[in-house]
């Protein structure tokens, strides 16, 4: 009796276990968040935890020989103090994914040279913020094109005294802007596709576009999708499009999804990409068939096929006998 009780006692109490691990609780966990009351439960934050804002500013067209001022702020999010220090770097995307780099220097990342901060360092207490200050001077033979740097706010402090593996930390603002004159706005839309057929959801739309130009533009994407036999969309993005800046002599890939696609049916989906005045529009209809159905549908098929021939040489083995047994009168 007693191993009985010592069995059904380890049974349940990994049956808890489990149940706690599926939950995302540990047990001791739970025993502590009954323990607290719901006040207490105060999420612990990071000692160094640096956020900035606007993440990105666009400063337009500049002219050479002017002086351009702005400001951003450095917040403490996190719970520790923490010295930081700002700077400038390249920026610039690779590949079709839009890779950030902020090591390549070019024409294209001229401006990172142009910045004077009214401040290069500062010291931050936790939820304390600062304002930065500072000006964009444009040389006389800037070149005429697009110009992207990013301003980054860097810290090193939060690190163990003993650590081996030193961290930075380092948030940054993207500048976007161009010098005016020879400058050109060239979008192309290399390819603009929706999946037609797909064994599970969710509904996606991809595209390319090319930036054949020598400045930055801004794209957006819009999706519609609305049911086989009516002409109210069940999902559309026309009032909140998805925005994405393009720069100049790269290619960008975007896919579009509806992360709450049914498992099956039959839609109508378009997807609309706007740059300038010039949209792209395409439309396709879509089928969201699972595996299990398109196997019972290809079985349904052999079955009535099957059904058919069976009932065919039913008839022809019928007509012979009959044609036989007239024969032998």
């Not at 606007?54 to 002017?66: A, I, R, S, V």
């Not at 579009?256 to 990409?273: L, N, R, T």
Request: with cysteine.
């Amino acid at each position: 009796m007693g191993r009985k009780n010592h069995f059904l006692n380890a049974a349940l109490a990994m049956l808890v276990s489990f149940g706690s691990v599926i939950s995302g609780v540990s047990p001791v966990m739970a025993d502590e968040l009954v323990e607290k009351k719901p006040d207490e439960l105060v999420e612990k934050k990071p000692a160094v935890f640096i956020q900035v804002s606007p993440p990105k500013t666009q400063l337009g067209e500049l002219t050479p020989g002017k002086t351009y001022s702005d400001k951003f702020i450095v917040q403490n999010v996190g719970g520790g103090r923490f010295n930081y220090k700002v700077y400038t770097t390249p920026y610039y995307v690779t590949g079709d994914d839009y890779s950030p780099v902020y090591n390549l220097e070019s024409n294209y990342s001229k401006i990172k040279d142009w910045f004077t901060f009214d401040k290069t360092e500062g010291t931050l207490d936790p939820q304390e913020e600062e304002t930065v200050s500072y000006t964009v001077t444009v040389p006389n033979d800037a070149p005429l094109s697009g110009q992207y740097a990013a301003i980054m706010v860097e810290t090193g402090d939060g690190n163990e005294e003993n650590a081996t593996i030193k961290t930075i930390s380092r948030v940054g603002i993207i500048v976007l802007s161009h010098v005016g004159g020879e400058t050109k706005g060239c979008t192309k839309v290399l390819s603009n596709s929706i999946q037609t057929f797909m064994f599970e959801p969710p509904i996606n739309a991809s595209s390319l576009i090319e930036n054949c130009g020598n400045v930055d533009s801004q794209v957006s994407y819009t999706m519609k999708v609305t049911p086989l036999f009516s002409n109210e969309p069940i999902y559309d993005t026309t009032d909140s499009p998805k925005t994405r800046d393009t720069f100049p002599e790269t290619k960008l890939y975007n896919t579009q999804k509806w992360d709450e696609s049914p498992s099956i049916g039959i839609f109508w989906v378009e997807q609309a990409i706007t740059f300038g005045a010039e949209p792209s529009v395409v439309k396709q209809l879509v089928v969201i068939c699972p595996m299990w159905l398109l196997f019972l549908i290809i079985g349904i098929i052999f079955f009535i096929i099957f059904w058919l021939v069976s009932r065919a040489m039913s008839r022809k083995k019928k007509d012979q006998q009959s044609r036989g047994a007239e024969e032998k009168k």
